[in-house]
């Protein structure tokens, strides 16, 4: 009689086969999945399951499917998110100017929850004023069939149904039965595959969201994913989880007994509670998957967040080992790494420029001391170096990330005259006509000069003449040279303001949409995106083709009108909501239009 197959050695089985490790996840849930999966597929025992896995390895996915938790909605548990929503805006607040704010999701299954997140927090930027922040949403899980559909943004009509009409109006585009999210949304987030409990955390985040799914895990490596989710937050940073997940971590406060809402707290000092987070944190499984790479060097680790940024989801750095010895380099960080001519060792602080020198020094001495993370802003580079401190079995080191802040830009005026644009325009155009002639008539004037001072052949009244008529065009030269100045001058000021409207044009708070005398559309801002379904595709088309996301508007006809008075048009209609819009028509020249969309409070 043949010993009979323990589920330990089908797991067994499958991370061979897959390199997917489902020994961590807790053994009450993955039984019933076994036995759900058997019960199916009329299997009587694991001897024969495990027969058929080895005979068909198509079943292998299918069994994996019954693994995989992809129980997720839009805006799930509306209340949590509500609340999530208030402490998101407080936290953008207080965010720095110019610095990224980066979230991730790990467990997206299908991807309901990380749309759901990229409109509350786009929805919180623009009430705030900052629709120009820089947003990236990282979502990942391990199953790539979720991943595929999670990308392509496409739902059926049935998942959207608890969504409001405002924000199906806003962030939805109807497809027959289905429902395609917004590239203005699409383009927040960033899918890939990752493993919460093998692959490293990500660095540098302000939002962690992992609902549901700690409870599917073992303690233990309960434990070290929410070790891991501590090290990726920054201070004051938010982790969101499910209703039904618990843990204890120290540093890890609830914001509310209702809302499995957390926010990081000040790093403590105390030895005890650094001992636990490196125990729970650098005690994480670090198994190679099946073909990922064999190698016995000491510096896998570092593999392992490598693999993250190539997929743009770690900052631009550099990895360090214990000895300061530059390991690698990414992105815009090289711009600071100066490699000298002939021998020279790996030490960083050898071919970190400068400037950075003592900074990296700096950081790299309080990541180490501490084992935990530390920065140092350098203003002079619109630059703050961040060490994260790592350790594995047989490496221990820093990733220091080169955070790039952008400097502060003055807020664009709120009005725009009606014909400014185009006169600026065409003033330049006259501007460099005139250059242009003032130029040509100065070359002849040098090769007249040159003409008549290389004539030898002269009778000293045509002398006289000549160098009556040289001092005559010296004068004439340097009036024409004063006046190619004034004329450069006068052309860097009409292309700075040209660029100053521009500006304006692309951040004005009001839907600005350029058109011709036909209504075809020329160029637009990205706030016309609310009331028109614009691409940039649609450039060269008639505007008329779309329909608004607002009440009606006549655009052909007024446009007609237009041609005729010369005059600004403004209407005011009301959409089914009650809510009042003013359509603004602005003759720009005898070719260009304004049409200006303003919501009415």
Known sequence: ????????????????????????????????????????????????????????????????????????????????????????????????????????????????????????????????????????????????????????GLFHSRFVETISSERKRRFFEKQENQYQISPLIKDMVVFSPHNVVE???????????????????????????????????????????????????????????????HQKGKEQKQEKQEKYVKEKLFSRSLSKRVN??????????????????????LPDGIFLNHLGHLLYTFGRAKEFIKVPVGAFSQNA???????????????????????????????EHG????????????????????????KSRKKPISKVEKSEIELLKRSLRESEGKLSIVEEERKDLRNSMQILLSSREHSLGEKNLLEQEGSYLKTKTMTLNNEVKTLKNEVKRLKDQVKHWKVFFDRAPDSL????????LKTFNETALEFYPLRVSDIGKPLSRLNPKGPSFDLDGHL??????????????????????????VPLSEVLYLFKIVKMI
């Open 199 to 261: 692959h490293a955390p990500f660095f540098n985040l302000d939002f962690i969201s992992c609902r549901n799914l700690l409870i599917y895990l073992k303690p233990e490596e309960n434990k070290r994913v929410i070790a891991g989710f501590h090290e990726g937050l920054k201070e004051g940073g938010l982790l969101f989880l499910g209703q039904s997940d618990r843990f204890e971590f120290p540093n890890l406060n609830q914001l509310n007994s209702n809302h499995q809402l």
């Open 1 to 152: 009689m043949s010993k009979e197959i323990q589920l330990e050695d089908i797991l067994k089985f499958i991370k061979e086969k897959r390199g997917l490790d489902f020994s961590t996840y807790n053994d009450g849930a993955i039984k019933n999945r076994f036995e759900q999966f058997k019960i199916d597929k009329k299997i009587k025992n694991n001897n024969d399951l495990l027969q058929i896995l080895k005979d068909i390895p198509d079943n292998i996915e299918e069994l994996l499917h019954y693994f995989y938790i992809a129980s997720t909605a839009f805006f799930r548990d509306t209340s949590s998110f509500d609340f999530a929503q208030k402490e998101l805006r407080e936290l953008l607040k207080e965010h720095p100017h110019g610095q990224e704010f980066r979230v991730w999701v790990a467990g997206c299954a299908t991807g309901e929850e990380a749309y759901s997140l990229a409109i509350i927090v786009r929805e919180e930027c623009e009430k705030l004023q900052m629709a120009q922040k820089r947003v990236k949403i990282f979502a990942t899980d391990i199953n790539l069939e979720n991943l595929a559909l999670a990308e392509s």
């Open 383 to 406: 630059l703050v170096l961040v060490g994260h401190f790592l350790k594995s079995e047989n490496f221990w080191g820093l990733f220091v990330h080169f955070d790039f802040v952008k």
């Open 560 to 585: 007609q009108e237009l041609k005729k008075t010369r005059e600004v048009l403004e209407k005011k209609l009301v959409d089914e909501k009650g809510q009042t819009f003013s359509f603004q028509l």
């Open 292 to 313: 990922e790479y064999e190698t016995t060097d000491s510096r896998f680790l570092t593999k392992q967040y490598s693999e993250l940024l190539l997929k743009g989801m």
């Open 513 to 520: 949409i350029i058109l011709d005398g036909e209504g075809t």
């Open 349 to 379: 602080f050898g071919l970190i420029s400068e400037e950075l020198k003592l900074p990296l020094e700096t950081v790299f001495k309080e990541s180490s001391g501490k084992e935990t993370s530390s920065q140092f802003e350098v203003k």
